[in-house]
């Protein structure tokens, strides 16, 4: 007996109840985004494995464990995009747009991470992510947030909190690095394996762990808000201050560290109790050093990211995708009429079935099983007419009317 067929584990089939609420979140981001002047580019999901190594880092989980990394029969090393930030970096490099003034973009499409599937974390998951390149200053980092913030709600998301840090810059994270990197090592003993690996790679990411014996050794651990300098700290001022004007809710997190290399000042993230331990709604950050690291010039960025399941999970239930109306032939005398009027009516924009034709009983049960709003039926006396018999499911009136008249009281 052949082996019963089944997705891969952790990568999961977009059936229509899911697309529906994928299709609501990609038409409120185009919508929202619109009107901060944001574009939506479209970016290659087979990118080269060197960019992400150069740009996330060679230490970081994503590129060491998660990414799905191959050589081609070119002999080319390339992979499935892991995250969206850096393939939009290089495409802003490769299209020569460093001297075109400030960029704004966003994206919608699969990323791919081997992770150990759990709630709201797959293996190939959608999002929606936002570049800004070329925008200076806290007022950008506010004003993006504002709009994150409008997005949620515009999706009606309810019980999601913004969390911020700054995570200081060149001049001055090396010196808190060294004081960190003390302090972790004098409490080695008593942190896991990871954090212990953490220590020399990549220290901040230590105390972003979720093991409670190891935040239990952390609970009074260098922060790096406490430490930047006077410009990151005029900047996290910059951006408070630009928070409260537009009335955008926030928190301090001195623990938001974001797992990935390229990060400095504004680190934030949109968080709710509603999803376990998968809690990140929406996340991101300021990252300025990465487009002069992959070969361009000095350039200020920020963006963020959203995993598209996570943000279904937490909308509410809306209207589901139906049938307006089902179209029945009564005889096969009316069936080429039937199927004029169901591709007349599909012309308005109504949603139509057609029941195939057959024996009548059958055709109705149908229109059931469809959940259908309305029948049209169609006998001889209608062909001759011109006209349709239209019935309503939920109250079971029924009356002879013209194609434009059932228009009306379907859109009415």
């Known amino acids: 007996m052949a082996k019963k067929l089944q997705s891969i584990r952790g990568i999961h089939d977009g059936l229509p109840s899911e697309v529906s609420k994928w299709r609501k979140i990609e038409d409120v981001a185009r919508k929202v985004f619109a009107t901060h002047a944001v574009s939506e580019v479209r970016l290659p999901i087979l990118e080269p494995t060197e960019l992400f190594v150069r740009s996330v880092g060679e230490e970081t989980d994503i590129v060491s464990k998660e990414m799905y990394a191959f050589e081609d029969q070119g002999g080319d090393n390339i992979c499935l995009r892991p995250e969206g930030t850096a393939g939009a970096v290089r495409a802003y490099l490769q299209a020569g747009l460093t001297r075109a003034g400030a960029q704004r973009w966003f994206y919608m499409g699969p990323m791919f991470r081997r992770e150990r599937p759990q709630k709201g974390r797959l293996r190939q998951f959608q999002q929606i992510g ?31 909190r913004l969390e911020i840090n700054s995570l200081g810059c060149a001049a001055c994270r090396p010196a808190y690095r060294e004081t960190l990197v003390a302090y972790l090592n004098a409490r080695a003993e008593s942190l896991c394996a990871t954090c212990n690996d953490r220590i020399e ?194 109250t079971g009136e029924q009356q002879v009317c013209a194609i434009e008249q059932v228009v009306s009281l379907l859109k009415g």
């Open 130 to 160: 936002v570049e800004y390149f070329a925008v200076n200053g806290p007022v950008a980092d506010a004003e993006m947030l504002a709009m994150a913030q409008c997005f949620l709600d515009t999706l009606g998301i309810e019980k999601v």
């Open 201 to 394: 790679k990549n220290p901040m990411r230590v105390l972003d762990c979720k093991n409670e014996s190891c935040q239990a050794q952390l609970t009074d651990a260098p922060e790096m808000v406490a430490h930047v300098c006077g410009d990151c700290e005029t900047h996290f001022s910059g951006l408070k201050s630009g928070l409260d004007a537009l009335g955008v809710r926030y928190e301090v997190n001195p623990r938001i560290v974001r797992g990935l290399d390229y990060y400095n000042r504004t680190a934030f993230e949109f968080v709710t109790d509603q999803l376990g331990a998968q809690g990140t709604v929406l996340a991101g950050g300021r990252y300025d050093g990465l487009v002069e690291s992959l070969g361009g010039p000095a350039t200020t960025a920020v963006g963020f990211a959203a995993g598209m399941e996570r943000l279904a999970m937490l909308m509410p239930d809306g209207d589901k995708q139906g049938v307006d109306v089902v179209v029945v032939a009564l005889g096969d005398g009316a069936l080429p009429y039937s199927l004029q009027v169901a591709s007349q009516l599909r012309a308005t924009g109504v949603a139509v079935v057609h029941a195939g034709g057959g024996a009548a009983k059958k055709q109705f049960k149908f229109a059931d099983r469809e959940g259908a709003l309305f029948v049209a039926v169609v006998g001889d006396d209608e062909v001759q007419q011109g006209v349709v018999a239209l019935k309503n499911l939920a």
